[in-house]
């Protein structure tokens, strides 16, 4: 009997315990295989059998929606796995991701012998193993164009040395520490492989609870059933992220959210906020409001309430961490928060899927959940003092890297609305655009821009001519063909660094040059830097001896706004292209200045 | 009669419950290989709540040796 994929994840979302998770893994995952929607490819490999992860991991991707196919490595064999072009990993079908899993009792076993005579040794043995580990990971993923999580080593359980271990240089924990922080670097260095923290998840755990000594004799398997089902959930919860673009925008409820009490009845000084329990329990949430603004998330506000009693609070109410100008956008008004998420989202220019609300009232929640129900709704149910907690253990905000884009994000935003400050000001469009004093800088892409470009073009909806999709691994190949030109655009006026805010990628066809990928962040849009950017492009192609410029546009249901750009900029249609010849330059807006010290530098 | 230990038995090894009989094993049964017995010992202490011994997993070669072994720790079906 075929069960329809809603009904799956449904399943999914009821099975709680590992039992429940291991049946309906056996009766789905055979169904999953024929599934229209795509499957993910994941393939586990370990020192250790890996079988037992299977059903978890598969029940937690189905609970995110995604239908996988799981495959096991042969045991205990990561080395010759990530090194022989025929092991399983290469071999069709390939997994478009990669979980490699390992223990310091196999892979470090050299340094574990060494430790209590010599530690010193025993840590350059470390090193050593690490490394040739690292190498192996990075041969792999040179071969092949998928994404690889490994794990760091969870703490042994078995040291002989008690009470000393955790002291003496000799002591496993001192050396699982040292372990902990190597590996840590080196992989934050490598931008292509993803940490799963193992170290931590038993931590949070138990180590007891999580060992299973007598299936590890028995079968070499190291961890209890809901140890498995946690680490499974921690593997799945980094594909999510993987294949989930990042929410933004944290939006706030005010009463008994920030601060306890009513605003409208208790008055701006007299809400519950303070050092002191109850009031600093609010505080606790206000502090890690703005530790998320720090990361790149903005704060939005969205209360029935007058809007004049809520910025009381902020104005005049000396407990608040929060500020004004920390807020990026607020509706305060007595309509259905529902409706007021899609007015933010309209000021933000940023879609409302990428929206977490949290709210103390589960009527509010429910109608949000209801009207809109791309937003991320979490209902602050309990205690003031767990509301941090129900935040985090959302996973809401979970990112893969992050960028300057990020950290600056929420000042950028306050950048603008200084900008637009400056517009209501002056007369004419003219007077504006001069006075804003725009530097275009267009340079080519470079290494280090792989990440951020790969976010840019994935999250860009409206200015998008094509609409392509590119993993990183997809970015750094076109970056390394010679066929292809990849340029980087950013823009800075005089209120500040717009930071990167487009993307053009070129392709050689014979006597053409093909704009395959262009777009542009909507926060640089109408004020001459399309044409700019254009005009560039135009002008490398003819220095490399191109006739023709050509671009396509492929509608969306978002991208209306690309649709006049070629038309506009003398592009003439033919055979579904947009055509231009490179001998007519086009003309640069005058109130622009252009920077192309980094164009040809590769 | 298929009782939850020969319910058990057949949601791991993906057989239909009436085929299962104490004599069933991994000489007659091709589902039940080394990665199924490994499952099974799973399905059994949580369905169950016992802990198997090592010793107990090793010689449970048969559905019937598993449903002796589980009666010595007081619970018949």
């Given amino acids: 009997m075929l069960k329809a994929f809603e009904e799956m994840v449904r399943e999914a979302r009821e099975a709680v315990t590992p039992l429940a998770a291991r049946t309906i893994w056996s009766a789905s995952s055979p169904q999953l295989e024929q599934h229209s929607g795509g499957l993910v490819r994941v393939a586990l490999c370990g020192t250790f059998t890996t079988q037992p992860l299977e059903p978890y991991l598969g029940m937690e991707l189905l609970c995110h929606e995604m239908a996988a196919s799981i495959h096991h490595a042969p045991y205990n064999q990561i080395h010759s796995e990530l090194l022989s072009p025929t092991s399983t990993l290469r071999s069709d079908p390939v997994p478009e991701v990669v979980v490699v899993l390992w223990r310091m009792e196999e892979l470090l076993s050299e340094a574990l012998a060494l430790l209590t005579t010599d530690p010193e040794s025993a840590r350059e043995a470390a090193k050593r193993e690490l490394n040739e580990f690292l190498q192996a990971l990075k041969i792999f993923l040179d071969a092949s164009d998928v994404s690889v999580i490994v794990c760091n080593p969870m703490r042994p359980d078995v040291r002989p040395l008690g009470l000393l271990d955790a002291v003496l240089d000799q002591g496993i924990a001192a050396l699982h520490a040292d372990v902990l922080t190597h590996w840590r670097r080196a992989l934050a260095a490598e931008p292509r492989i993803h940490l799963l923290d193992l170290d931590g998840a038993q931590r949070d755990f138990g180590a007891r609870p999580a060992a299973n000594p007598k299936m590890w004799l028995l079968a070499k398997i190291p961890w209890s059933e809901p140890f498995s089902q946690q680490v499974g959930k921690q593997i799945a919860r980094i594909i999510k992220a993987l294949k989930t673009p990042a929410r933004k925008v944290l939006v706030m409820d005010c009463d008994n959210v920030l601060w306890g009490g009513v605003v409208g009845e208790d008055g701006a000084l007299g809400v519950e906020l303070g050092e002191d329990a109850p009031g600093n329990a609010y505080l606790q949430l206000q502090r890690y409001a703005l530790a998320l603004r720090e990361r790149g998330i903005l704060l939005a506000l969205v209360s029935k309430n007058d809007e004049a009693d809520v910025w009381q609070v902020f104005d005049k109410n000396p407990r608040m961490i929060l500020k004004r100008e920390h807020i990026a956008a607020a509706q305060i008004n007595w309509m259905a928060k529902s409706v007021n998420l899609r007015q933010i989202a309209k000021d933000l220019n940023l879609g409302s899927e990428s929206f977490v609300l949290i709210d103390d009232s589960a009527a509010e929640c429910a109608e949000v959940c209801a009207n809109a129900p791309e937003v991320l709704t979490i209902h602050l149910v309990g205690d003031p003092a767990h509301s941090v907690r129900l935040i985090e253990e959302s996973c809401a905000f979970d990112q893969l890297t992050l960028t300057r884009e990020d950290t600056q994000r929420a000042e950028m935003y306050a950048q603008e609305r200084r900008r637009e400050a400056l517009r209501t000001g002056v007369k004419t469009m003219e007077e504006y655009l001069a006075g804003l004093g725009l530097v275009v800088r267009i340079a080519r892409l470079s290494e280090e821009d792989v990440s951020r470009v790969t976010q840019l073009g994935n999250k860009t909806n409206q200015f998008n001519t094509t609409t392509p999709r590119r993993s990183e691994a997809e970015v750094r190949g076109l970056w390394q063909d010679p066929a292809w030109h990849l340029f980087t655009l950013s823009v800075t006026d005089r209120f500040g660094d717009y930071g990167l805010t487009g993307i053009a990628y070129c392709v050689d066809r014979q006597e053409a040059w093909e704009i395959d990928t262009l777009l542009l962040s909507c926060r640089v849009l109408g004020r001459g830097v399309e044409t700019a950017l254009l005009a560039v492009l135009l002008e490398q192609a003819r220095v490399r001896g191109k006739e023709r410029i050509c671009g396509r546009y492929i509608p969306t249901a978002k991208n209306t706004l690309a649709a006049p750009y070629f038309p506009s900029h003398g592009f003439v249609e033919r055979e579904g292209f947009f055509v231009r010849s490179t001998s007519a330059p086009l003309s640069m807006p005058s109130h622009i200045t252009l920077d192309l010290d980094h164009l040809n530098k590769s | ?77």
Avoid at chain 2, 32 to 57: G, H, K, M, P
């Fill in chain 2, 1 to 77: 009669m298929i009782d939850k230990l020969i319910q058990t038995f057949a949601t791991v090894l993906k057989v239909d419950p009436a085929s299962l009989t104490d004599e069933s094993s991994p000489e007659n049964t091709p589902s039940w290989d080394s990665l199924r017995a490994v499952q099974l010992v799973t399905a059994i202490e949580e369905t169950f709540s016992v802990e198997l011994a090592t010793t107990d997993i090793l010689r449970m070669r048969s559905l019937g040796i598993a449903r002796d072994v589980l009666r010595r720790k007081g619970i018949s079906l």
